[in-house]
């Protein structure tokens, strides 16, 4: 099947020479340095785009500021829900090109952007507006001695913190944030984002459409390139927090920038090495749909993805043989093709990041399936699944962020935990049984942020989300958002 057509307002997007959105502007600077974005797809330059100057991001801090201090800061929780259900309203209605966008520079599939990531920002940013009316303190009764009758009365209040810098990543660039900039905005914080710089586009058309549902100019802000801009922000003294996601090398450096520069409130959310657990009694053809499903979905570059899959040596056979059988049949094709069902990598550095862990694979002879770089153009290789040598693999130990799954066989249950837990991260888990009471007694005993059970890889708005050990510091979505975007002050009064 052949590509689909492209919206010619997205022509129009890409021929627009982007660059940023300062104070509910678009802006491309004249003499500004050009970054290319390339098209995963076919390995062509899709457009370059301005790459934000020190004095652009300084105006963003500024606007931010501003706003924060004269408009969305003072703007009545009622009204922020209004505006940000009205953006959801608009990103709906442009749904086709958010997605097209997308799928252009990030490489993921149409499918994906259609049917998951946009409908999701939707769900996302509905739930978030719904939080605007609820934030709120507690009163308390203090216990200090009344000598002359006098009485004492204490509350708390939720107070916003101020301008938020979010840096995010490439994979999931519109869904990951929308979850920032509704955090913030929600709260009644101002945000300036930096996407990354392989996927500068669709924030963009988010923000003209903010401006379109009502959040006044400066109350987001997008500022595209390198990671430099992201320093440049977390060292501004105007800024109060950082919510970063990304890897972990760079979320250690950010977090230790943030607290060096001036204490900066900081979360993480950084990678991970999710196992999933697969117990004797699991059906071989659901725990395959499941693999499938979770796994390889968006060629494997899911933060929350299991890489590393311990099965019941029982099962293990049947299960490598039918997934093996499964990725081996995958129609292979661009982000735009609809029948796809496997694309390429998002960019050259990842696909040839990717290509140097099968070589080492294929010199192990660890390939169970795939192992290999697909011709281009575009960055494609094959699903790949791997069988561990033993619990020390570096294939289990370190992250890929690619279609790699690693297979271990496991009898006893006491060491799938451990296998399980012997890893510097703790993002997500999952546990397959259809022995839920053992699942239960499986649960507390891993170390994850999120523990699925038949299900892996699945995110809501409403359960919390976030790493532990290496991870990450901070959860998203639920409630837990509100601490992290507001400060809490307490008010004692004598009376
Ligand atoms: P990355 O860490 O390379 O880049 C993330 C962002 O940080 C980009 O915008 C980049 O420009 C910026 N950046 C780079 N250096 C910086 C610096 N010194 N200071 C400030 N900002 C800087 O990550 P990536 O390759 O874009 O994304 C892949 C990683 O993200 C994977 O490790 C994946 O697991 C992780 N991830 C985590 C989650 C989560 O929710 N936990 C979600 C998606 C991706």
Redesign the pocket.
């Known amino acids: 099947m052949s590509d689909i057509a492209l919206l010619p307002s997205v022509q129009r997007f890409i021929d627009s020479q982007p660059g940023s959105f300062v104070e509910g502007q678009a802006i491309s600077e004249a003499g500004a340095e050009r970054f290319d974005v390339f098209n995963p797809s076919t390995g062509e330059v899709l457009t370059q785009v301005a790459q934000a100057s020190p004095a652009l991001v300084e105006h963003a801090v500024q606007a931010a500021h501003g706003a924060f201090v004269n408009s969305w800061g003072s703007t009545t929780p009622y009204l922020r829900g209004v505006a940000l259900n009205r953006l959801a309203d608009l990103i709906e209605a442009n749904g086709e090109e958010l997605a097209q966008l997308e799928s252009l520079s990030s490489g993921k599939s149409i499918h994906l952007t259609r049917h998951l990531e946009v409908p999701q920002s939707v769900v996302f940013l509905r739930y978030f507006a719904g939080w605007a009316t609820k934030i709120h303190g507690q009163t308390m009764t203090p216990s200090l001695p009344s000598m002359q009758g006098e009485q004492y009365a204490a509350f708390t209040r939720r107070e916003a913190v101020g301008v938020v810098a979010g ?6 660039s519109l869904m ?1 944030g929308i979850w920032k900039i509704a955090s913030a905005l929600t709260c009644g914080c101002t945000i300036v984002l ?5 996927t500068p586009l669709s924030l963009l058309r988010v923000a003209q459409l903010a401006l379109e549902a009502g959040v006044p100019p400066g109350a987001l802000n997008i500022v595209n390139g ?2 430099r801009i ?2 440049q922000l ?1 060292g501004h003294p105007g800024v109060a927090k950082v919510s ?8 250690v ?2 977090g230790k ?1 943030a607290l060096s520069a001036n204490l900066t409130r900081v979360t993480l ?4 090495k999710n196992p999933a657990a697969f117990l004797a009694d699991v059906d071989v053809d659901q725990a395959v749909e499941g693999i499938l499903q979770t796994a390889y979905v968006h060629q494997g570059q899911v ?2 993805a299991p890489e590393r899959l311990y099965i019941h040596s029982s099962k293990v056979d049947a299960i490598c043989a039918e997934l093996a059988q499964r990725l081996g049949a995958m129609k292979v094709g661009g982000a735009l093709d609809e029948s796809a069902q496997f694309g390429p990598l998002a960019n050259k550095a990842h696909h040839d990041k990717i290509v140097g862990f099968f070589a080492q694979a294929n010199a192990r002879g660890q390939v169970l399936c795939g192992g290999k770089p697909l011709p281009g153009p575009g960055y494609f290789v094959e699903p790949t699944l791997l069988r561990a040598t033993d619990a020390q693999d570096p294939f289990l130990h370190e ?1 890929t ?1 690619g279609p790699i799954v690693t297979v271990l066989p496991f009898d006893d249950e006491d060491d799938l935990v451990r296998m399980m837990n012997d890893s510097p991260f703790g ?1 997500g888990a999952s546990v397959w049984t259809n022995d839920l009471a053992k699942a239960m007694r499986l649960i507390p005993r891993i170390e994850a942020g999120t523990v699925w059970v038949n299900m892996h890889t699945f995110l809501d708005p409403s359960v919390p ?1 976030g ?1 532990v050990k290496g ?2 510091i901070g959860r998203e979505f639920g409630s837990a958002f509100i601490d992290d975007y507001t400060e809490l002050k307490s008010v004692m009064m004598r009376f």
């Not at 840096?167 to 999931?172: E, K, M, S």
């Open positions: 840096i995010t990543p490439w994979n999931f990951i930096k996407p990354s710089e392989f390198s990671g992201g320093q977390i970063f996601t990304g890897s972990v090398p760079t979320g450096a950010v920038a959310e950084l990678g991970g933060c929350a992250e962020f993002l989300f790493g991870s990450g």
